[in-house]
């Protein structure tokens, strides 16, 4: 028996010591609740829950994100209802004033009604937004501007019509009609500057009548009234209107479709010079693409309609480009490009996003803009232009609807991947607390005994005192 070195209490203390490492460890994922507390506890282990949590992160975030958009959408649509309720109005004013028991005056109040809608209407695409982004301006669009905007300048398009420039050329400019009346007979006006003639002017069938007394300002007046409620714009060669002056009509609407007519008392005519009117008619826009559409950019099947200073061009898959001309003919190209819609990032990695479009709601790209509800007949164009509205916002409501049926299906999806990459990353870095446990009482119980077994293992060399003592 050797007392330098005790080597039976030498190995009961390794064993203890490796007893007291074990229950450390299991106190520890016990009291954290993980089996991986450190790289060293599973080092292959530690690296794939690491990904597996951004993953999951991910994809909550991404699941946020997506009721994020949804909550937009929904903020777009309810401003796009309202919008609808507003063309409904139109549509049924333009109905109401189609009649003919309604006179002028009438049908004026019917058109400050329209006006104050389509200032509404436009004041809901300027300032509706969510967290501080316009959402019915057009920002949320596609980027689509003209290399020269005199030519010709973007109005709307589809969803269809991808980035790209696409190329053609103006061939005639759209014009007005413009009516050049002869001078004012000599003694129309007398030397009190009071019309000497009495009778009606009808211009675009809205009629008005001019009594003898009536002053240079009043005939003027009355004249340019009438013009108002038919679009056009009156002109004379000289203020106050007086003999030898002349009268200029201008449409104020483009293309051929707006013509300028002019009826009344004979006499009345020939003293104003409006018997001898000089007629110069609109024109429509013209355009031309390339022979071969694909290097102009457009669809192979594209077709070009113009009317006014507007051209649309339309292609299968529902493809429309609108603009609208405006100075000298020359070629032009309209550039689109990638950016500008809102992208949603509905994934946890890159590249997972879904794009969101809405287009520009407006009453210009509604073509309210062009209504006229002082005459009949611009009444009767009125009901067609409320009902193209009416469609276009149905389809915008109709696609935002889309996106958000959409997302409500990503966020299912979402939920089950997180759940399940989840249920994956648990099993690999939770601790089994049940396991753990019963760890616990088998270390708890070995590291008793060891330190029992180291106490009597010190307790050996006493024996060899009574050796010693013979």
Known sequence: MRINHNIPALRALHQLNRSNNKLDTTLERLSSGLRINRAADDAAGLAITQKMDTQVRGLEQANRNAMDGISLIQTAEGALSEVHAMLQRIRELAVQVSNGTYDASDREAVQNEVEQLQTEIQRISNDTEF???????????????????????????????????????????????????????????????????????????EQVEINVGDTADDVFGKLRDICERVDITLESSATPL????????????YGSAYEINITGTSALLTGLGLDAITDTPG?????????????????????????????????????????????DANPVTINILETGPLNLQIGANEGQFMEVRIQEISPKTLRLTEMNLTTVAGAQAAITIADEAITTVSSVRAKLGAYQNRLEHTIANLQSAGENMTASLSRIQDADMAYEMAQFTQQNIIQQAGTSMLAQANQRPQSLLQLLQG
């Open 131 to 205: 967290n501080e982004m316009k959402l019915l301006n057009g920002s949320i669009d596609r980027r689509a501007f003209s290399s020269d905007d005199t030519v010709a300048e973007i109005v709307s398009m589809s969803d269809t019509v991808t980035p790209g420039a696409y190329e053609f050329e103006v061939t005639q400019e759209a014009t007005q009609t413009d009516a050049v009346g002869g001078a004012i007979v000599g003694g129309f006006f007398d030397g009190n500057n009071e019309a000497t003639i009495s009778g009606t002017v009808n211009i675009n069938g």
């Open 283 to 327: 024109e429509d826009m013209a355009v031309v693409i390339d022979a071969d559409p694909n290097v102009s950019g457009f669809p192979a099947d594209v077709t070009v309609d113009t009317s006014g200073n507007e051209a649309v061009f339309r292609a299968s898959n529902n493809f429309e480009l609108r603009v609208a001309g405006g100075g």
């Open 242 to 253: 007086d003999n030898g002056e002349d009268l200029t009509l201008t449409h104020n609407k």
